[in-house]
């Protein structure tokens, strides 16, 4: 075992912890949606999704998992997104019934996860959620940019990536829910 297994103060805890310390600046600099607010949200939350690739990374890597890293992990995973999207709701971004969709799928897995931890079960996080994730960062960076940069219009863009974000959302979703089935009766 190593040392560092049971502590909260390794690095890839820390990255958690950086990554719920985005979300307010986020949130802030979405509540200034000119091209400078929108600007720095996107490079707050590019930062922010940053360390979510790379605290994942280093707690394998390192042997520096920890109980309270597999909880601030995901956490901060499901916060970051949830309220971005949310923002970019009242921005009229990206739509409302995408958002539910997204979020009602991330509530339901993490319910059936946890249900399966009671059970003295595991159910690994499947490739589908990995590229689910890495496409929902993408283009929630694109929306919260928003503007045209270098003739590459943003917004359209992160609606590209959101929607394909949205189909492997779902499909995840499904995955899981099948496998849940097997593991769980």
Same mark, same amino acid.
């Given at each position: 075992m190593n040392r560092h297994q049971g502590h909260i103060d390794n690095l890839p805890n820390t990255l958690?912890?950086?990554? %719920?310390?985005l979300i307010p600046a986020v949130m802030t600099c %979405?509540?200034?949606?000119g091209r400078l607010g929108s600007f %720095?949200?996107? #490079?707050?939350?590019?930062a922010a999704a940053f360390t979510d690739l790379l605290d994942g990374f280093l707690a394998r890597r390192y042997k520096t998992v920890t109980p309270v890293g597999k909880f601030l992990d995901p956490l901060a995973d499901k916060l970051l997104v949830s309220v971005t999207m949310i923002m970019l709701i009242t921005l009229g971004r990206i739509p409302a019934w995408m958002v539910i969709l997204i979020i009602a799928r991330e509530m339901a897995v993490t319910g059936l996860r946890s249900i399966a931890v009671v059970e003295g079960k595991v159910?690994?996080?499947s490739s589908l959620g =990995?590229? =689910?994730?890495?496409?929902?960062? #993408?283009? %929630?960076?694109?929306l919260c940019l928003?503007?045209?940069?270098?003739? #590459?219009d943003f917004h359209a #863009?992160?609606?590209?990536f959101l929607w394909v974000a949205l189909a492997l959302t779902l499909w995840s979703g499904y995955s899981y829910f099948r496998l849940a089935k097997n593991v769980l009766m």
């Open positions: 958690s912890i950086m990554r %719920l310390v %979405l509540y200034f949606p %720095l949200a996107a #490079v707050f939350f590019a159910i690994a996080a =990995k590229y =689910k994730t890495i496409f929902q960062l #993408v283009s %929630l960076i694109c928003h503007y045209q940069y270098i003739n #590459v #863009v992160g609606m590209a």
